[in-house]
Structure formats: C-alpha cells, structure tokens
C-alpha cells in the first residue's frame, strides 16, 4: 500500500460523517446483541444482510468475562467499519479500543473510546511509531486483548503473531479470527511451508517448529510465554477463532 493511497484514506476517513457511540445509550450484557446492534459478522445473524454471522459472540463472553468490569486496553487488528470496536466498548464499559485497519475509510463510529489508526501489517516502521504515540500519550505499555480480524492472509497471521503477541499483559489474550479463510489458503507469500493448526498445536505441546518467520528467538519466547490455547468452531465453514492465553 503506498503512501497516497494510505492519505487519500485517511482524508475519507476525517471528513467522512460518523455515528456517536458516546450519545448511543443502548446497553447490553449480551455480546451478541451488541455484536448484532452495530453489524459485525462475529454475531449470530449478521446484521447487514440477515445471514448468518461467524457466531464468535458465545466464544468471546465466556473467555473474556474475566474483563468484564476492569479498565482494559483493546488493540483490534482489522477493524474495517468499527462494529466490533463498537460493540467492545459498550460491553467493557471501562474499556479503550485501538483500532488498526489498511483502509479507515471504511469506519463509520467514533468515540472518545475509539482511537482508529491506517496500518499496514507489514509497514514495521509505520506500527513502531504508532504503537510508541499509543503508549506514551495513553499511558499504558501492553494490551489486555489483541485480536486479529485483519486480511485473513497466512503471512500476516504469522508476523501479526511475532510482532504483536509481545504486546499482550501477562494473562492477556491474543484471539486469531477465521484462521481457516479463503484468503489464507490463497495468498502464502511463500510460507506455507507450517500453517497456523500446526503451529498452535506445536505450542501446545511445547515443541519448535520450521519457520523462516520465526527464528529460534521468537520460537523460545513464544513456548515461555503462551500458558493455554483454545480453539473453537463457529457458525460457518471458515469460522475458526483461537484464543491464546499469556502466561
């Protein structure tokens, strides 16, 4: 993505008209409600066109009640409209959600909750900066959930995982949405040589793994710092989300 094509994004995105989560006084202890409410396809029913949604929403409530009421940092990876962002901030009330997304021209919510960047996961510079502006001006030096909802791509899925899983809090939890999309089958970038399954599983089981991502560094820390991973099968086909818990 080139510099022009990134501005011309981010002028759609600062003047394009958007909905007020601050002055929107729905509340619910129902995820999916919420999921559903603001149109993200982690619902039941996706909101936009009736169909059925990845049904991620049971999956996220029962491994995220541990939030529930605490003052939490949200870094979603792939935020295309903000639904989900939306619906995170009316569920964990004390919550602030760091939006990351390649195309924010798309995003249609804003809140002081809210804070949307223009990333490329594979700009480090640009992600360096960002996270350094993020740290020093909110206070805070991890997150307490990352989640990759981001292009579904194998190679981003992976060098997501090495960057950003070293932001997470210890107990924190880094989520990988539809592991098992089209998308990641489609566009490798030359490493299908290991695919996410046998990667979790491998770290499941305490064992290295072949990389040209991940060197024998990256792999040590990952096996010292993932405590549990837990996989679950939504709605659809491709609706496959991981939840990896920090040590």
């Known amino acids: 993505m080139n510099f022009f094509s990134l501005f ?7 003047f394009k008209k ?3 989560l601050d002055f929107d006084n729905i509340n619910s202890d129902s995820l999916d409600k919420l999921f559903n409410h603001y149109g993200s396809d982690k619902a039941n029913i996706f909101k936009v066109n009736d169909k059925t949604g990845h ?3 049971k999956f996220y409530e029962k ?5 529930k009421d605490k003052q939490i940092n949200i870094l979603e990876i792939g935020s295309f409209s903000g639904a989900s962002a939306a619906a995170f901030i009316k569920y964990f009330p004390n919550s602030k959600v760091f939006c990351f997304d390649i195309n924010i021209s798309n995003f249609k919510y804003q809140s002081e909750k809210i804070h949307v960047f223009g990333i490329d996961i594979n700009n480090e ?6 996270l350094k502006y993020i740290f020093e001006n909110y206070k805070f030096k991890e ?14 899925i992976l060098i997501g995982l090495k960057y950003f899983f070293k932001l997470v809090k210890n107990d924190g939890l880094y989520v990988i949405e539809d592991f098992k999309h089209p998308n990641y089958y489609e566009y490798n970038n030359n490493i299908n040589h290991i695919f996410l399954d046998e990667l979790l599983n491998n770290l499941k089981v305490k064992q290295t793994f072949l990389s040209n991502i991940f060197n024998e560094i ?4 990952l096996i010292e710092s993932v405590k549990e991973i837990e996989n679950f099968k939504g709605n659809l086909k491709d609706s496959d989300i991981s939840f990896i818990l920090k040590n």
């Open 125 to 130: 510079k640009k992600i360096k900066k960002t």
């Open 218 to 221: 990256d792999q040590k820390y």
């Open 18 to 20: 958007k909905i007020n």
């Open 63 to 67: 491994k995220l009640e541990k939030f």
């Open 143 to 156: 997150f307490d959930l990352i989640i990759d909802d981001g292009s579904h791509y194998l190679s981003d």
């Open 8 to 14: 011309k994004r981010k002028l759609i995105y600062n």
């Open 55 to 57: 049904g991620y929403s």
